[in-house]
């Protein structure tokens, strides 16, 4: 594809790193899922477009009217397409924004040498903080998010069930936040020894009562387990992307227990590059690094065994 010049309120960048979503996967094994059919209405794009919506790197051109970033500027992108106008976006909710997408998803992404976003999507890394740690900031931004909207604070108990890339990331900002007790819920016993290196303090089947679960699944069983983990009055947070799922109305209502959805991300990135400034290590979850020409295999393909794959184009 040609390399598109930044038009107003642009910028043009090279792309240092570009993760791969378990979204990116089933939009290319089974899709189109979120992908448009149609023009978006923020981004006009619709299939086929570039995958990847994780993704940082340096600004190699700016278009008219953008201030504040200049060519060489090393960026983490913050892929929330938001229209500024809508009810929701002027309440500051820009990820529920009537035009919801992600450049990546709703519009060209970041599986590319060069990727041109609008200009509020960029936020300038300073020194300090690596291209390696801000490739992951967009799922890291999602555990942020839902952990915000849980209300877990220090004192309380989580389990996260589900220990992929986002679940791993919800464990190890747990931490950051003084929760010390987490328990991890995964099949998969290397990602078990995952979590307890980010922080959970158990793991297993077996769930212990907590106060909060977080479902990073998607499917009916890892709702039903944390359901049941659950106390009285605590929260259940649906992360995981599903399809219809049931639950005993009953037993909710009589236990008064909430459940909260969660999308996205809003106002994560300066919190999350001020942590990666302290040291804190989000690249810990990524488990290869493959060129562009391997994506298909070695990314959109990639085997069990895989965590986090971020592409290097």
């Known amino acids: ?84 106008r809508c009810d929701r976006c002027r309440a500051g909710e820009y ?7 992600f450049a990546g998803l709703m519009g060209h992404g970041g599986l590319a040498e060069y990727a041109t976003i609008p200009a509020y999507m960029a936020h300038v890394l300073p020194e300090g903080v690596s291209f390696e740690q801000a490739a992951v900031f967009e799922p890291a931004s999602v555990a942020l998010h839902a952990l915000r909207r849980s209300g877990a604070s220090r004192g309380e108990s989580i389990a996260v069930v589900g220990l992929g890339p986002i679940g791993l990331l919800v464990v190890l900002l747990a931490r950051q936040l003084g929760i010390d007790r987490i328990h991890g819920v995964d099949p998969d016993a290397g990602r078990r020894e995952l979590a307890v290196e980010l922080g959970a303090t158990s793991t297993g089947p077996d769930v212990p009562e907590v106060d909060v679960a977080f479902e990073v699944v998607g499917v009916q069983s890892t709702l039903d387990t944390c359901l049941a983990a659950v106390r009285a009055g605590g929260r259940v947070v649906l992360v995981g ?73």
């Open 95 to 101: 990820n529920i924004c009537a035009h919801f997408g």
């Open 241 to 313: 992307l599903g399809g219809r799922l049931d639950f005993d109305a009953f037993a909710l209502v009589n236990r008064e227990q909430s459940i909260i959805a969660t999308v996205g991300y809003r106002d994560t990135f300066p919190e999350l590059i001020r942590l990666a400034a302290d040291g804190v290590d989000f690249s810990r979850i990524v488990t290869s690094t493959v060129a562009l020409d391997e994506v298909v295999e070695r990314g959109l393909r990639a085997g069990a065994g895989e965590v986090k794959v971020v592409v290097r184009p």
């Open 1 to 84: 594809m040609p390399v598109r010049a930044p038009g107003p309120g642009e910028v043009q960048l090279r792309v240092a790193y570009c993760g791969i979503c378990g979204s990116d996967r089933h939009e290319f094994a089974d899709g189109p899922h979120a992908i448009p059919v149609t023009p978006h209405p923020e981004s006009g794009v619709m299939l086929p477009l570039v995958l990847g919506h994780e993704f940082c790197g340096t600004v190699t051109a700016v278009g008219a009217g953008v201030r504040g970033l200049a060519e060489g500027d090393r960026l983490a992108v913050e892929p929330h397409y938001r229209c500024g």
